[in-house]
């Protein structure tokens, strides 16, 4: 099921910063992880960062100290600050969310296109 809206993406030089947002109100609150994934064209689907209120932030080795997952409680909504993008970061970026009493459900977001190109 699609239920979120994402907005960021585009196109930016390498060491360029980018910012995704992925608004799912009523996710934000309900102690599941929302999640980040990528999908470079001709790949899998890989995970990248999670965040949850009991564990924090975790996050794929090839983007740990590069990218930052974040929660808008306010607006609810997952965030994604992307700095210092290579050119291999370019890929489809997708949210995740979930809901359910084991946080079984999960809801994808549309997806929005990332390209580090000079």
């Known amino acids: 099921v699609q239920a979120q809206v994402q907005s960021g993406g585009g196109l930016v030089q390498p060491g360029g910063s980018l910012n995704l947002s992925c608004l799912a109100p009523g996710f934000a609150y309900n102690g599941c992880a929302m999640e980040w994934y990528r999908q470079a064209e001709g790949k899998g689907r890989e995970w990248i960062a999670s965040?949850?209120?009991?564990?924090?932030?975790t996050y794929i080795d090839t983007v740990e100290g590069r990218f930052t997952i974040s929660k808008d409680r306010v607006k609810g909504a997952v965030n994604l600050q992307m700095n210092d993008l290579k050119p291999e970061d370019t890929a489809m970026y997708l949210c995740k969310v979930k809901s359910g009493d084991w946080c079984q459900y999960d809801y994808w977001g549309q997806g929005t296109q990332v390209t580090v190109s000079s």
């Open positions: 965040i949850r209120d009991d564990t924090g932030a």
